[in-house]
């Protein structure tokens, strides 16, 4: 953790303040800056950091369309900010299908790709004028007879891979070897099936299940094309994309190069979509944190923060993920201490013998790469109120706004 921690703060520092309006809202002065003005926690998203993002994968998949997930962060600035850079947007319930109506997204940009769903969340997203969904078995396939004049479905398929942090392909996907009879079933209803979809599983450590399902694909549209059972012109290679927690990963190019490669060898006819939800958000956005009191306890400083595990540290728990924290304030002596949330709960703690410097109440604490799964999936647990989300760089000029999110 000592480590991480020192990393983490070098790169705090490193980046300098951008130009024509563009400010980096993860420099100390203005984390401070956001607080005085917006409270605390925060969760501050960085609109620029999202559109560096998206870039970077946009260019290390040319010619893929990129669906930004919701799921990982479901933020009007972020939906935004997607839009603006000609984005697409994969969502999957009837909340983030309400998020991207509000927020003016043409929903001929959206896919719904919950394989699971109840009439009335396709009723929802239809009304929208989402008209792609997925399904992964027969039920599902039939729920869309009374829409099938409105809509067309991609199947999706499972693909296990027990090495990924989140394994997606436990919970739902159809075994490869039955999408054929669920693309016949389709057929017989008169729903159009457009392709097949999979997703191998979130934080992906490399590209090879990613390819494994690529190929496996390809297999699967000529067959489906050989048989007539529908267009079969679009394949969605889902998510997964990794990115840094303090440990170094592979380069996002470098990630994508045998993705690149097994897509080359699809047929021209076919266009390949993706639906990144962490690459995109992760970076964009750090927790910010302020000390509500301390404690000697056993010979280390324990201090209580106003952001904890049953909030935007939930990832910690929910995700797996650990974030690299720091303090904002600097001193040459640091000490091994403890970093704890607000509730009462005792497994309520966000890091133990992290080296910080002593700190006193009021002092804040950062931690980096906190987009994604961490405000989503925060509770008021204690009635400790979520982070406020605070978007910067929406436009030139733009130094903070708190938009509504419900
Ligand atoms: C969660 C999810 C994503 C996003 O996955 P990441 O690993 O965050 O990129 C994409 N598609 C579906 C269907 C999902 O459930």
């Known amino acids: 953790m000592a480590k991480r921690s020192k990393s983490a ?6 980046k300098p303040q951008s130009k024509r309006g563009w400010i980096d809202p993860f420099r100390g002065d203005e984390i401070r800056r956001l607080v005085k003005e917006f409270g605390s926690p925060l969760l501050i998203v960085d609109c620029q950091r999202v559109r560096e993002q998206y870039r970077k994968l946009h260019k290390a998949l040319p010619g893929v369309d ?28 009837t909340g983030e299908v309400q998020l991207i109506e509000r927020s003016g997204m043409d929903p001929a940009r959206c896919i719904h790709t919950h394989p699971i769903k109840r009439d009335i969340d396709i009723r929802n997203a239809l009304a929208a004028g989402v008209r792609v969904f997925v399904a992964d078995n027969p039920d599902e396939v039939r729920k ?3 829409y099938r004049d409105e809509l067309e479905i991609l199947l999706r398929v499972s693909f296990r891979s027990p090495g990924a942090v989140c394994d997606l392909s436990r919970k739902f996907g159809c075994d490869p070897e039955d999408a054929i009879e669920l693309a ?28 494994e399902a690529i190929d496996a694909c390809k297999s699967i549209i000529a067959a489906a094309r050989r048989e007539k059972l529908g267009r079969f012109d679009t394949l969605d290679i889902g998510g997964g994309f990794p990115i840094s927690y303090g440990r170094r990963v592979a380069d996002i190019a470098r990630f994508c190069a045998p993705i690149r490669a097994a897509l080359a060898k ?15 958000a992760g970076p964009a956005a750090i927790g ?25 540290y939930s990832g910690q728990l929910f995700d797996h993920a650990r974030y690299p924290v720091e303090a904002l304030r600097q001193g040459k002596e640091k000490l091994p201490s403890v970093l704890a949330g607000p509730t009462c709960d005792s497994i309520d703690v966000i890091a133990e013998n992290l080296l910080l410097p002593e700190l006193k109440a009021g002092d804040l604490v950062v931690g980096r790469a906190m987009g994604a799964y961490t405000w989503a999936s925060a509770s008021e647990f204690n009635f400790f109120p979520k982070a406020t989300v605070v978007s910067v ?9 708190v938009m509504a999110v419900d």
Do not use: C
Request: no cysteine.
């Open 9 to 14: 703060q070098g790169a705090l520092r490193a």
């Open 66 to 93: 990129l669906h930004y997930a919701l799921k990982p962060l479901p933020h009007p600035a972020v939906v935004e900010t997607i839009a603006e850079l000609g984005g697409w947007l994969d969502l999957a319930t």
């Open 144 to 146: 869309f007879v009374p």
């Open 184 to 211: 016949r079933l389709a057929r017989q209803l008169g729903i159009e099936v457009r392709g097949v979809s999979f997703h191998v599983g979130s934080q992906a450590a490399d590209a090879a299940k990613h390819v």
């Open 266 to 280: 699809l047929p021209a006819r076919i266009r390949v979509i993706a639906e990144p939800g962490r690459y995109i």
């Open 288 to 312: 910010v944190a302020s000390v509500m009191g301390r404690a000697r306890r056993e010979g280390h400083w324990w201090y209580y923060l106003d952001d904890g595990l049953y909030g935007s």
């Open 393 to 401: 760089n929406r436009s030139p000029g733009d130094r903070g706004t």
